[in-house]
């Protein structure tokens, strides 16, 4: 397992769920740690459980869809604390409705955090790292990025671009022969609220994941530089489900429930 001692962590998204759970562990750990998040109450408080376990965790206001916003943040960073050693594209949102009920601004926003940040922190940070041969780019992907579900196009394209990016972005490197390292996470549905009232059919197979259990076990597998984590492993068998003829395969996912688990959402209460 890496040490992250005095490394500089940032995590987009990071004042609220798993981020924040993962910003305290890496804080814990000795990382100083760097947030972004929207909400100032939610920045302070941040900074303040930081500073009463005596680690460093520094709140920035960052909007991931707004590209000028993230460059600017981005320098800042750099200016304050350093060159980034592991980055961890975080930040999300989920609309929650089917296409027609969705709103253009909506879909627009679900694209512009969930996929195209994750190009405007990798331009800002991923230069320093390669001049370094040395760091670590994360995306926290979903589920919904390996298979479209019912009431999350708008998400479930979002996540398979994240997806996508993230893949290219892992060969970009292997062919530079660097020693930046990625991880991808790919977590089903987990309790923090942003989807809350989602249902699953088989919890054994398909458990609602544990917020605090998902961010360490994603801490772990970015410590142990490893590739990809998919949580539950049940979820990996969409990969070898998609080689069955498609009637066969829209049958199963039917019978996992999968494509009804939207049915009573409601999303985080204001
Ligand atoms: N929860 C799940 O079931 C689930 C399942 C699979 C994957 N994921 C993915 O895991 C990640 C974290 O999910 P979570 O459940 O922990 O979410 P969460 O509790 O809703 O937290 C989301 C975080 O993103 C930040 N954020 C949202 N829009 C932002 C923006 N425009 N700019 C900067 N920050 C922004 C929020 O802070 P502010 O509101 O203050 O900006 C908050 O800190 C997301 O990428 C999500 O898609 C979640």
Redesign the pocket.
């Known amino acids: 397992m890496k040490s992250v001692k005095d490394k500089i962590v940032l995590i ?10 993962m910003a305290l562990d890496f804080a814990e750990r000795g990382a100083k740690v760097v ?5 100032p109450e ?2 302070r408080e941040m900074e303040e459980a930081g500073r009463s376990k005596g680690r460093f965790i520094k709140a920035m206001g ?5 590209r000028a916003a993230v460059y600017r943040a981005a320098d800042q960073v750099k200016k304050e604390a350093g060159p980034v050693d592991i980055l961890i ?6 609309s929650g409705a089917t296409i027609l009920d969705t709103p253009d601004e909506k879909i627009a ?1 679900t694209i ?3 996929t195209l ?1 994750l190009f405007w922190t990798t331009k800002a940070f991923l230069p320093d790292m390669l001049a370094r041969n040395e760091g670590h780019l994360v995306t ?6 390996i298979l479209g579900v019912t009431g999350l196009a708008d ?1 479930s394209a ?2 398979f671009g ?1 997806f996508g990016y993230h893949e290219a972005i892992t060969m970009e490197l292997q062919k530079k022969k660097t020693a930046v390292k990625t991880t991808l ?11 809350e009232g ?1 249902k699953t059919r088989f919890p054994l197979l398909l458990p ?2 544990k ?1 605090e259990n998902t ?1 360490r076990r994603i801490v772990k597998a970015v410590l142990n530089n490893r590739r990809l984590l998919v949580m539950p492993s049940f979820v990996r068998n969409i990969f070898w489900l998609r080689m069955l003829p498609a009637s066969l395969f829209d049958g199963t996912i039917g019978f996992l429930g999968i494509n009804s688990t939207m049915d009573h959402f409601t999303g ?1 209460k204001q």
Do not use: E, H, Q
């Open positions: 987009t998204g990071g004042t609220n769920g798993i981020g924040r759970i947030v972004w998040g929207r909400n939610a920045l960052c909007d991931v869809s707004d594209n975080n930040a999300g949102v989920v926003n512009a955090v969930n940040a926290i992907a979903s589920a919904a990025g998400y979002s996540k994240a996470v790919c977590p089903y549905y987990i309790d923090t609220g942003m989807f989602v609602i994941l917020s961010a985080r």
